[in-house]
């Protein structure tokens, strides 16, 4: 893989990690990363297929830790339920979109530590959140991060060639978008 596409797949799996507001509690210090997540996001999509699903890769595997802790530590049963179906649905999809990697070459990408530090930060929060907090927080958490994954499927859509990525991508925008309203709903 080219050192560009590494790059712009890591920053974009960056952006898409930060914006799950684990990192600040409304200090300075967190207007300040608000402003550079602002930033982050308006990053141009992934260019090809193989970004695409590389970018994808790193940013379910939060999504997926966040959901295996709530289906196991959350209160309510149909917030473990409905994340306990977010895991399970996006680690099948990287399962497919990890073909799609090796396929097109992006398969020695690896999370950079600010990620990693990020998604520390996330289940931090989610861990201390304890008791009736943790469904709260967990569903807070997973709009923001979906709704990023909405966005970058979108941003990607006109530059993906094959079929099968293309069919994911659509599926994560109609799944995912799906998961934000029940979200929002199990919040309220």
């Known amino acids: 893989m080219t050192t560009k ?7 974009l799996a960056l952006a898409a990690l930060r914006p799950l507001g684990c990192q600040g509690n409304g ?38 830790e966040m959901g295996r802790y709530e289906a196991q530590d959350g209160t309510r049963a149909e917030v473990r339920d409905l994340a306990g179906t977010m895991a399970d649905s996006q680690s099948a999809e990287n399962v497919n979109l990890m073909d799609v990697v090796r396929e097109t070459g992006h398969g020695n990408m690896k999370a950079d530590p600010p990620v990693q530090e990020n998604m520390g930060r996330c289940m931090t929060a989610l861990r ?6 943790v469904d709260s927080v967990f569903l807070t958490h997973m709009v923001k991060h979906h709704t990023m ?8 859509m006109p530059n993906l060639k094959r079929n099968d990525t293309r069919l994911m991508a659509k599926t994560m925008i109609d799944d995912q978008t799906r998961e934000i309203a029940q979200s929002r709903g199990m919040v309220n």
Do not use: T
């Open 149 to 156: 994954g909405v966005d970058m499927a979108r941003k990607a």
């Open 5 to 11: 596409y590494c790059s712009a797949a890591l920053l």
């Open 27 to 64: 200090s300075a210090s967190s207007s300040r990363a608000d402003a550079r997540n602002a930033e982050m996001m308006k990053m141009p999509a992934a260019m090809n297929d193989g970004e695409f699903a590389s970018m994808m890769v790193m940013h379910h595997k939060g999504a997926i």
């Open 128 to 133: 201390s959140a304890g008791g009736v907090q």
